[in-house]
DNA sequence: ACAAGTATACCGTCTGGACGGTACAGTACC
DNA sequence: GGTACTGTACCGTCCAGACGGTATACTTGT
């Protein structure tokens, strides 16, 4: 389908386009725009992504696969109930790439919102949340526990990244230290 | 700048609209569609919003005072702690138009979701939220409680806009009562 | 009372630009 | 001689907005 970021120009076409989303959003991303952010031709895109919707739905599989690995990582295999939800929380309270930006949480929501047109685009997005819930279900607490959490979670990315009452880093402190205590009764009071 | 609502057409237009949006995305929303929609010629549209991005714009203004009269309507001016904090939560857990799709609520998640390209059409829900925010860290209880609750609930939005595992209505009691739980708490402690 | 003028509420066509995608000829490197 | 492009030219579609027109109601001067 498309040769992607198997070579080294389809990854830098795919960073670039990911750059214009980020600052302009999905719908200002045009061939043309991509091309000429990437420096190459719109030809060199098609030949790289035989379709903007195959560009786009590059930068989904992109984003999931990267927060996938971002919980992966913290939860360090730990089999200790509540891991999985730990992970999660701090995944989100705490971005890896906490410069500025946090590029990969403002890219996701920018994708997020771009392909409401076309859920296909979405399907892989969906299918890693039914995973991940699965796994905060199965985490050694009780469910709403995690439910909790996971939604706190994704509250907290929903308002950074449409700016709507975004939270303060002292507030986000203050948020993450009661969801943890949440976590930590949940898990001493577990039968 | 526009006719809007005040007018029988306007808002007919305005319904036919949302419904257009909620059934196909904003994306899919085009003068042509829209008129068509509302059983109205294009010019027609253009007499009461002078531009796509107005009728838009009008859209949002729609919503979010809409949700605002639910929130006040539930917190039928109750002063206790708390107050506040519980409608937003149950204005998110246990909506209005409960009948099948829940026409508000996904509403607001098209609309969140289109303007992305236009952020000043995101304004009116920005300047909303800030509200909500200082109204909940207000609300005679500790704002880290106030503020996950609020967190929560809009992560529960998150996930039923875009159907990103949406929690089942029986996980959403549990959670629901979870948060509660937490709620109260927080009331019995304060000092 | 009645013509003339004016404002309101639309209708429907047209245009110009943006964009996705195609086609293809050419280039440079390995 | 194939892989990896560049560059240009072009097609078809979609769509916002402009614009000129129309029908009806309401006002105003006489």
Known sequence: MSRGESSETGARILAAAEDLVIREGVSRLTLDSAAQEAGVSKGGILYHFPSRAALVSAMVERFVVSFEADLVERQAYSKEPGAFTRAYLEATFDPREAPADCREIRLGGALL??????????????????????????????????????????????????????????????????????????????S
Chains 1, 2 share one sequence.
């Open 113 to 190: 919102a771009g392909v409401t047109s076309d859920p296909e685009l979405l399907k892989p997005m969906r299918e890693r949340f039914e995973t991940w819930q699965a796994a905060l279900e199965q985490d050694g607490i009780p469910a709403e526990v995690a439910t909790v959490v996971r939604l706190a979670a994704d509250g907290l990315w929903l308002s950074d990244l449409f700016e709507l009452a975004p939270v303060s880093a002292e507030a986000r402190a203050e948020v993450r230290a009661q969801l943890l205590a949440l976590l930590e009764r949940a898990i001493s009071n577990r």
